[in-house]
């Protein structure tokens, strides 16, 4: 079971290098990224992007791109369809989000998926490696359906259970996060979760602990509890998947590693591969990480078969 | 200006008035931390309920040998409401929720006719305390209203910027937070945002600076800000944060609290006189600070 993204990283070397479209490196915490992890041993990567400014910004960080397989190509849209197509080609295994904004690829990867008919609803899984708490948690959707509805919100799930398995967990802990509070009505979320719960119950998405709470304060305190004292809460309790009721929801949670002591590593998983999904406000550290993740998941997916 | 909850505790002693704290059905944890702001010399508690009962409790607690007052109403049901006619009629300054459930106690307080509401709604701003720096952020609204649209965010940001001024921020910086920073029609939020920070522009909300809308990267790090061509005084230095709803404003606070482990303590704004939730994701100590942060709301 891989717990920590060190774990990540020392099974990226193990498994690299794989193959990687990146997306417009034009800038240079992207392309220190790429070099990183070329370096590293867990990338080959394809430059796909303005020539002039994947040059200029390789030579700002030290990086001889001349010996990569490059395609020059201005149009950010043009570049998207460009790199998604080879993954869903089989021409290459990762595709990783450049400094380009990420509607972008979310619309490639859907042409994609509905041109070879997969039926896969694309969603994003944001880890948080917590320190302390020997395992990793994610969030999701935390990047492509605004509002879902309960059918998309299976599919979110069944997308991330998928991942976690892959990952080594055999039975991941979920719990859908609600606005719901004991005051205010009943929300669209809190009905959700009700029906969520019954599908895993009945086993809809497959090995998994469907958690009885949709809040922080339940998942840590239980449903009757109060918070006396902060030394007593304890990290464990931490879910393995947790699903937010909204986008907006989604990346306000996810990003907080700007703020908390967490670590965060964001991956699309698409029917034919990994496609990395760093913010284009991301340092290398984190691109590297997410790189890696991009690698191991790739590797586990070439050995299994949906 | 407050940085910490230090520096509140501080402030609201400093007024050295003692406020009359009506409390319904109050339990033995109630009357620790009662107990608490009375010898600190914030509050005369006032509990409303059965007077028995209550008088048992009292006996047990360090409320013994402090001032306060026992209001026996006889029905159960009958304490909430005494306790806030107290309120509302003058005899009491502020309410506290004891043993009531959120939901009766809630729709108590923000009753049209006989409650507590001043504004067209109420909003619950969560205060936390930075670790890394003397300085308080204000996240709203945490718990109140479940999907605002623009009109009613514009109260929650004025009810958020009256706090900021109590807590002598007098030109808050806020975030209208998103789930990105670009405006896309298909994403409520960002457009609500989009309004507010125009409005702000034109000085609809006094000194206060709002930017929106902002994803969290952006309100956070005025690097990450950059990188994303956003040039704003705002990011990376916000006071107030500006939640899209209650599905992103409640998981927040939160999260802050039990994995960031940030110290947190609630206001309601909106209302006539300060009432005290008593949230169970507030901390026994953080409740000292609530009642402290009441005591200045009192005006």
Known sequence: MIRSLDDVS?????????????????????????????????????????????????????????????????????????????????????????????????????RAEGKAASGMTVSVISFWEIPGLGHLTAFTDTGVSIMPDYRTKVNILRNAVFLYHLLGYEKPRIVAISGQRKFGGTLDSYRDYKLLRKAADAGEFGNCEFVHATSFAEIFLGPRGRLRDYRDIDIAKMPHIILVPRLDTGNILCKLDFFLDVTRCSVAVTSRGAVCIPSRSDFSDSIVTELAMGVVVADRLEKEVR | MAGTFAD?????????????????????????????????????????????????????????????????????????????????????????????????????????????????????????????????????????????????KRLILEQAIKLASLLGIEAPKVAVLAAIEQVNPNIPSTLDAAVLSKMSERKQFGNAVVEGPLDIDCALSHVAAGRKGIKSVVTGNVDIYLVPDIESGYPLAQSLVFVGRMEMAGVLMGVTKPVILNLPFVSRENRIVEIALACMNCG
Do not use: C
């Open chain 1, 10 to 110: 020392r099974i990226a070397g193990e498994k690299g290098p794989k193959k990687l479209a990146v997306l417009a490196p034009e800038d240079e915490e992207f392309m220190l990224a790429v070099k990183r992890s070329w370096e590293a041993g867990h990338i080959e990567p394809v430059l796909i992007g303005n020539s002039e400014m994947m040059e200029k910004v390789g030579g700002k960080v030290g990086f001889d791109i001349s010996r990569f397989e490059r395609i020059i190509e201005n149009d950010r849209q043009k570049i998207s369809d460009l790199g998604i197509g080879m993954l869903f080609s089989g021409k290459l295994s990762i595709v990783s989000k450049g400094q380009i904004p990420t509607s972008y690829i979310y619309r490639s990867i859907i």
């Open chain 2, 8 to 152: 509140i505790m501080e402030a609201a002693r400093k007024k050295a008035v003692k406020r009359r704290l009506a409390i319904s059905s109050a339990k033995k944890p109630d009357l620790e931390i009662i107990s608490r702001a009375a010898r600190d010399g914030l509050i005369v508690p006032l509990l409303v309920g059965d007077g028995k009962a209550a008088d048992a409790l009292v006996k047990k607690s360090a409320l013994q040998s402090l001032e306060h007052e026992i209001i026996d109403v006889k029905d159960a049901g009958g304490s909430l409401r005494a306790a806030v006619a107290l309120v509302r009629e003058g005899r009491a300054d502020m309410l506290m929720r004891g043993a009531d459930d959120l939901k009766t106690f809630m729709n108590a307080v923000l009753d049209v006719k006989t409650g507590l509401l001043k504004d067209k709604l109420a909003s619950y701003v969560s205060v936390f305390q930075l670790q890394k720096s003397d300085k308080l952020i204000l996240v709203t609204d945490t718990f109140v209203n479940n999907y605002p649209g623009v009109t009613e």
